[in-house]
């Protein structure tokens, strides 16, 4: 089975916690505070690996999480940051939010490298908290999570040509002998169940070409290999038809080439306005008359098209010819457009990062900052206590529970820390 399209879910690293700690050495009766901060989350990256053609790698195993970052330590010293978790994928990957169904990018360059979820920063040692009025502060900063995405991953191969026609007519010996791909080839159909790509070389210019899977009646319904083929065909620039009248009759021949034109028209229509060369394959043992016949019906609907036999390689290089020539003038192959921005700076903001829901005298504040800050705060120490009030108001936490209906005597909940609200004044 030909694996094209897949989900996954990925969570970055965590930060490393910021530590308490103070200097105790013999001679340093006033060391003070030198808790180190921790260090940050790994983040998780997709990179295009070229040796790739398929997601195949992802079908058993879906989910991936990154390292998180060490702890700090004492006497200043940072913990040590979590390596970058890299998930390679084929080139060709459009990559959505499973959630949204949001495009974030399209990755059809050499190495490219998407970004997908940012590792958790590392926290602050209590020697960050120090002040001329705390000189010996008792907590120091969490780190903060590492982002967790769900993906859906969908491959749909870059090729400048694609080699479309019924299943077992020569698409695959064609491919074989302009290229250096080693497709199966046997005489039967649906030997080509996964499209095979290699590139050619004519002259000063290369192109990459693709043996598509056999199409068949009813494959834009999804009958057969049906959209497992035909998404591998959007991005090709042109087609080169491939017809085998060696074992047929010119009514058979003639109805099979309808209908390639009626599923390539009802799975997409503009699919028809694309260049496309007819190849007559296999005319070695094919009847004369009959290739002719065929060769003047089609040519009457104004296509080209080339007598040809791959396995003797008789005429292939004058259709080679002519796809180059066609290659050199057709524009770039299709990219799709991301619907958003993927977010690969966010900052570790607390003013707006936060929501408030109620329920009976009960505010639960959903945050992922805040839980982070309230793991940081020892509720015994003094001094660790009033930096939490100092920093509620600052950063509009307070005002936010009092616009909510916040009362002296609710309780409020952050994380899983829960307390009793009551007004200082």
């Known amino acids: 089975m030909f694996f094209d399209h897949v989900t996954i879910e990925v969570t970055a690293g965590n930060g490393g916690d910021g530590i308490v700690s103070f200097r105790r050495e013999k001679y340093v009766p006033e060391g003070g505070p030198d808790g180190g901060d921790g260090g940050t989350g790994g983040d998780i990256v997709l990179r295009v690996n070229e040796q790739d053609n398929t997601l195949q790698k992802y079908r058993f195993q879906r989910t991936f999480k990154a390292e998180s970052g060490e702890n700090g330590m004492g006497s200043l010293c940072y913990g040590k940051s979590a390596e970058t978790l890299y998930l390679d994928v084929p080139i060709g990957t459009l990559v959505y939010d499973a959630n949204t169904d949001e495009l974030l990018a399209d990755l059809t360059q050499k190495d490219q490298e998407l970004l997908i979820a ?205 796809t180059a020539q066609y290659i050199s003038e057709l524009p770039a192959i299709k990219i799709f457009e991301s619907d958003q921005q993927v977010d690969t700076d966010k900052e570790d903001n607390l003013s707006d990062d936060f929501s408030i829901l109620e329920s009976d005298g009960y505010y639960q504040v959903k945050s992922d900052q805040w839980e982070r800050i309230i793991r940081s705060i020892n509720f015994d120490d003094y001094d660790s206590f009033h930096y939490f009030q100092r920093l509620i108001k600052r950063k509009g936490l307070e005002q936010a529970l009092y616009d909510a209906g916040l009362k002296d005597g609710d309780w409020v909940k952050i994380g899983d820390m829960e307390f009793q609200w009551f007004d200082e004044n």
Do not use: C, W
Request: charged residues 25%; positive net charge; without cysteine.
């Open 118 to 322: 940012k590792g958790g920063q590392g926290g602050l040692g209590n020697n960050h908290f120090k002040t001329s009025v705390r000189q010996a502060p008792r907590f120091a900063r969490a780190g903060g999570k590492g982002e967790t995405r769900k993906l859906r991953l969908e491959l749909k191969l870059i090729a400048d040509v694609g080699l479309i026609g019924f299943p077992n007519v020569g698409k695959s010996t064609l491919l074989s002998v302009v290229t250096s791909a080693k497709p199966k080839i046997a005489n039967y159909p649906f030997t080509t169940l996964i499209p095979q790509l290699g590139v050619v070389n004519y002259d000063t210019i290369s192109f990459v070409m693709a043996d598509m899977p056999g199409l068949i009646e009813g494959a834009s319904e999804g009958i057969g290999l049906g959209h497992d083929f035909l998404r591998h065909i959007e991005r090709t620039r042109m087609f080169i038809q491939v017809i085998d009248p060696s074992f047929s009759d010119f009514e058979t021949v003639m109805d099979q080439f309808k209908m390639i034109e009626i599923e390539l028209s009802k799975y997409q229509m503009d699919l028809l306005e694309r260049p496309r060369l007819i190849a007559i394959n296999k005319i070695d043992i094919a009847d004369p008359d009959l290739v002719e016949k065929i060769k003047n019906e089609i040519e009457k609907q104004g296509f080209e098209v080339f007598l040809i036999s791959a396995a003797s390689k008789k005429n292939v290089d004058k259709l080679i010819a002519k």
